[in-house]
């Protein structure tokens, strides 16, 4: 139950998941029902409350929701299902070179999870320059030595970078300085950044391919 005060801000659901489906039920007809966005943050639609029935969002790195300030309680079911991107290798070929992505080193303060955000980009980034066999650590660096083990006993060579970094490209590192700035570019406020036109552009079309989905699941 969610109530009367509470809200969500704008974010998605994706965060570290490999795929994620975001299921919700609701038990009531209050007009609560969750707006859902576009890529620059202007609200598409509200989904209807309709006691019984469920909607259903694949978690995309665009597929913003968000919830107003709740007048009344609100009841509903919700669950997820999903695929832990740290538990698979993306674009797997056996004679190729592997990358690791860590996932560590961003500030996390931001509702959306701008941190968790930057490893898609710098997966989406390897695969536009043709790299393969991409894995991840968990959030905070987490289970780092196992994918690292995991790694050496199955390739030959590797390398280790840091989410947000671009190789040839340049990086990108969220502070508690820059998250309010960092999430202007996201949400694509601000148009004037090469940068982050290139990165955007970049992560829109890796999931407008599904390339994300070209993965296999590890052991850990």
Not at 38 to 49: H, I, P, W
Not at 55 to 81: C, G, N, Q
Not at 95 to 108: E, F, K, L, M, Q
Request: net charge negative.
């Amino acid at each position: 139950m969610d109530e009367p005060g509470s809200h969500l801000e704008i974010h998605n659901d994706l965060k570290n998941f490999r795929w994620l489906i975001t299921n919700q039920i609701y038990l009531d007809t209050n007009n609560q029902g969750v707006k859902l966005l576009d890529k620059e943050g202007k609200v598409v639609k509200q989904v209807e409350e309709v006691p019984g029935q469920m909607y259903s969002i694949f978690a995309t790195p665009y597929s913003w929701h968000m919830v107003d300030e709740l007048t009344e309680l609100k009841r509903s079911i919700l669950f997820r299902v999903g695929k832990r991107r740290h538990k698979t290798v993306v674009h797997p070929d056996p004679d190729a070179p592997a990358w690791i992505i860590v996932n560590d080193g961003h500030d996390d303060t931001h509702y959306a999870k701008l941190a968790e955000r930057m490893g898609n980009y710098t997966e989406a980034w390897l695969h536009h320059k043709g790299h393969k066999n991409v894995y991840h650590t968990d959030k905070n660096g987490k289970l780092k030595d196992k994918v690292v083990a995991y790694v050496e006993r199955h390739h030959k060579e590797y390398t280790i970078i840091n989410s947000g970094e671009f190789p040839g490209w340049g990086e990108w590192i969220i502070t508690g300085e820059n998250y309010e700035e960092t999430w202007e570019h996201v949400i694509r406020k601000r148009k004037y950044s090469s940068f982050w036109i290139t990165m955007d552009k970049c992560l829109d079309e890796y999931y407008l391919n599904n390339h994300q989905l070209n993965y296999e699941d590890i052991p850990l």
